[in-house]
């Protein structure tokens, strides 16, 4: 599986200014991207994603003998 290298909640890290950066307009964006990453609903979306993964990464570590 390929990960996608992104800015914000999706790029790793943890709190966002919730502006765009300038230096990162240059980032190379497929065409058929049309999602939009300064929207509210998208952060919200990543967090929640992020949250049960992480808590499905803990259970997994935590299940091992």
Same mark, same amino acid.
């Given at each position: 599986m390929s990960e996608r290298q992104g800015s914000g909640? @999706?790029?790793g890290n943890s709190? @966002?200014?919730g502006g765009q950066d300038e230096s990162k307009k240059d980032?190379?964006?497929p065409d058929d991207f049309d999602i939009d990453m300064g929207a509210p609903e998208t952060e919200k979306a990543a967090v929640a994603i992020q949250s049960q993964f992480r808590k499905y990464q803990k259970k997994k570590t935590d299940d091992k003998p």
């Open positions: 909640a @999706t790029g709190k @966002t200014s980032v190379d964006v």
